[in-house]
Each structure stands twice: as structure tokens, then as C-alpha cells.
């Protein structure tokens, strides 16, 4: 699969490799081409690599030549990427705003009140306001979400911009309020330290506010990990990366993995190299369409 495309999702996960009688923490990365959000051009695909580490050589590998948006989290192993004397040129970093909510969400323990029912006890207001004007951004998206490119664009000028510049003058203001000692001066410092990262999705319309597509596509493995104990080995991870390749680019392209591969390893032996890409799932379920009509 071709990483040609504007923007990217990106994340890992662990999975154990069974090295001399016990067990590493290997890697499983994935990028994600979604377009969808933003309605361009470029077809859904998953690509997975298997790695023994989580060492920066990995994604520097795995993304050389690529200079779009990488949406990932705030992982100082791509630093390397966003760098500007980097020889294909910089990789364009953009964060994730639901990693970004997540420590106000648990510190207001909103989840754990509202269990308590009429028990709960009273929720941090510093932390509630965060969650409630985060909430409200992903609100305006939700709402853009697979729009045009130009809508998209118009209605974060219109709603997000103020909203951000509003979220981004009240942390300043809270955080000068607070000693370092706070619970709370650490997620409001993840924010504020990247605040240009994370402000990115107001003026350009590909990048999306979370990076879920890429977090999605690794759940897979994540619940696996519950089911088997880990790869085999070295050369087992890496055929487990391909297939998850092939399998979850399928899906992506609402295809059925199964029919697909098996249609591709019955004829692949007999088509030639100039047609190869016919038997690319995009390609694929657009002629299977056309026989159909």
C-alpha cells in the first residue's frame, strides 16, 4: 500500500515476541489514510509493521518520504519527522485533542458521579469546565464531519477559531493560578506546551481532532493480547502486521476481507504486472460495482 496521501494517522501498540524463552515488548505500528472526514479523493487503507522496539528509527523508516499531516499522539519518537532540515522535508505534526481531554475527564471523575447517582459528590469545576469546552469543539465537528472541504474550513473560522482562542486564555489564566504541585497543572501543561500542534485543525480542514482512525485500527491487537499470549517470534509479528494490512484495509473499503483475498489468489498468478493494481481493494469493489449495474 501506497502511503501517497495529505494526511495520515499514526499510533502503536505492544504485543509480546517470544525471544530466547521469554517474552520482549515488540511493537505493532499502524498509519491510517482516512480521507473520508474531509471528503477527498484518496482511498481508506491501513498499513501495519511489526517492530522489536518502539525505537524513532522505526517511524522514521516506515515514513520516509512522506511529508503530509501526521496525526498521532505527542510520542517524542516522531520528532525527528517534524524536523526542517529534514531532506524530503518536514512532516506537519498534529495532535490529539481527545488524549488531551482525557485527564480532565478522569480528574473531574465524572464517570465514577455518575454511577453514584444521587451520591456523587461534587465534581471539580476547574476540570468540568475543561471537559464542557473541549466537548464543544467536538461538537462543531461532528457536525462538519464528512463535509466538503470548503464547508468544513468556513464553519471552523466561524465557531471553532473563538473557541479555541477562549480555551487557550482560560488554561493560561487557571495555570498561573496553580502550583506545580497540582494534580492539575499537568494536563493543562500537555495542552498549552503544544497548544500550536493541537490549534492546527482550526485553519486547515484535512486534519481531523482526534486521532481514533489510527486507535481503532489497532484495537484489534490490543484485544488479542487477552487471547494469546504473544508472537511466536520475529518472523511471526511481521506476517501478522501484513495480514492485519490486508484484513483491516478490506474493512476499511467495506469489503469483505475473505471474498476479496480469495478472489485476488485466484487470479493474481494470471494477471499481469500493468493490471496489478485492479486487484487493489479500492479497484477491486469498483469493478465488482460495475458488474453489477
Known amino acids: 500500500m501506497s502511503l501517497l496521501g495529505e494526511r495520515l494517522h499514526g499510533d502503536d501498540t505492544i504485543v509480546p515476541i517470544l525471544a530466547k524463552g521469554k517474552t520482549i515488548k515488540g511493537h505493532i505500528w499502524t498509519y491510517v489514510r482516512d480521507d473520508r472526514p474531509f471528503a477527498g479523493p484518496a482511498p481508506p487503507a491501513a498499513l501495519y509493521y511489526a517492530s522489536r522496539n518502539r525505537r524513532q528509527e522505526h517511524p522514521e523508516s516506515h515514513l520516509t518520504g512522506f511529508t503530509g499531516i501526521l496525526q498521532a499522539d505527542a510520542y517524542s519518537g516522531y520528532n525527528t519527522l517534524y524536523d526542517p532540515t529534514r531532506v524530503e522535508g518536514p512532516v506537519t505534526s498534529a495532535l490529539c485533542w481527545a488524549h488531551a481531554r482525557h485527564p480532565f475527564f478522569e480528574l473531574a471523575d465524572i464517570a465514577t458521579n455518575a454511577r453514584r447517582g444521587r451520591e456523587a459528590t461534587t465534581i471539580s469545576p476547574i476540570e468540568l469546565e475543561a471537559v464542557k469546552r473541549i466537548d464543544a469543539l467536538f461538537e462543531i465537528e461532528r457536525a462538519i464531519t464528512g463535509k466538503s472541504s470548503g464547508v468544513r474550513l468556513q464553519v471552523r473560522q466561524e465557531q471553532s477559531a473563538a473557541l479555541v482562542a477562549d480555551l487557550e486564555a482560560w488554561l493560561r489564566g487557571e495555570r498561573s493560578r496553580l502550583s506545580r504541585s497540582s494534580a492539575l497543572a499537568k494536563p493543562i501543561d500537555y495542552l498549552l506546551k503544544r497548544w500550536n500542534r493541537f490549534a492546527l485543525f482550526v485553519g486547515d480542514r484535512r486534519i481531523c481532532m482526534t486521532n481514533n482512525a489510527a486507535e481503532r485500527a489497532l484495537r484489534g491487537f490490543a484485544l488479542g493480547r487477552k487471547s494469546w499470549l504473544f508472537a511466536g517470534s520475529d518472523r511471526g509479528a511481521e506476517p501478522a502486521a501484513a495480514m492485519a ?23 493474481i498468478a494470471g494477471i499481469s504486472q500493468n493490471r496489478l493494481h485492479e486487484l487493489l481493494p479500492w479497484d477491486w469493489k469498483a469493478s465488482r460495482q460495475a458488474e453489477n449495474v
Open 245 to 267: 494490512t490486508i484484513i483491516n484495509t478490506a474493512k476499511l473499503n467495506d469489503i469483505d476481507p475473505q471474498a476479496w483475498l480469495a478472489d485476488v489468489l485466484a487470479r
